[in-house]
């Protein structure tokens, strides 16, 4: 899931309304902000197989570092720390929640590959990404009325929040057809984008 995690950053900002919309949006990536840096440490494994569900050809097998339940309430406690530290008016419990909302929602995505923790532990998911009917209609109505009660609530930046909201939308509406990574290490790199997406969130909420 993608754009599904960052409708869940943007209805949260009702329950952190002070809070910079970059903070939610770090905390629903997460744990998709740590995965490329295990995954190009080696740490962590991926493998590219066409037709491996019908949205996403990747195989994740092994991502108990970036992707197990445990380590999702410990990362959104990382969070929670450096917001404090930064005085973030955002509850520290809100914000390992969004962290812990990612694990949920990919759970509900992806291939039975969830751990609930690092080591031999049983592995969970209910396969949404098997329908791209499915996976369109369901993430993109989260998406969308995500950003039609944002909008009209917060007035973003519009010249900031716009261009996220369809360069967002397009990786993510392209996923079935578009170009398939070369490599593990190359899927490794071009998922850094993440790391962009939170300043660019920052910036389009005037808070
Ligand atoms: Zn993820």
């Known amino acids: 899931m993608f754009v599904g995690h960052l409708a869940v950053a943007l209805t949260a900002k009702r329950a952190a309304p002070r809070a910079n919309l970059g903070w939610l949006v770090a905390g629903v990536t997460g744990l998709d902000l740590v995965w490329p840096l295990f995954v190009l440490a080696g740490l962590e494994h991926v493998r590219i197989v066409a037709g491996a569900t019908a949205f ?56 039975p590959d969830m751990p609930l923790w690092p ?40 010249l900031a929040f716009w261009s996220l909201v369809i360069v967002c939308t397009a990786i993510w509406a392209s996923g079935p057809w578009g170009p398939v990574p070369a490599s593990e290490k190359a899927l490794g790199w071009f998922a850094l984008i993440g790391w962009i997406i939170v300043p660019w969130a920052a910036r389009a909420d005037r808070g």
């Open 56 to 111: 996403t050809p990747l195989v994740f097998d092994s991502y108990p570092w970036s992707h197990s339940l445990v380590m999702a309430v410990v990362w959104g406690a990382v969070l929670a720390a450096i917001a404090r530290w930064r005085h973030v008016a955002a509850a520290p419990l809100l914000l390992v929640a969004l962290v812990v909302s990612h694990w949920l929602l990919d759970f509900v995505t992806h291939a």
């Open 119 to 158: 080591g031999p532990s049983p592995r969970f998911g209910l396969g949404l990404w098997n329908s791209i009917p499915g996976t369109l209609i369901i993430e993109g109505a989260m998406w969308i009325a995500a950003i039609a009660i944002y909008v009209r609530r917060y007035r973003p930046r519009p």
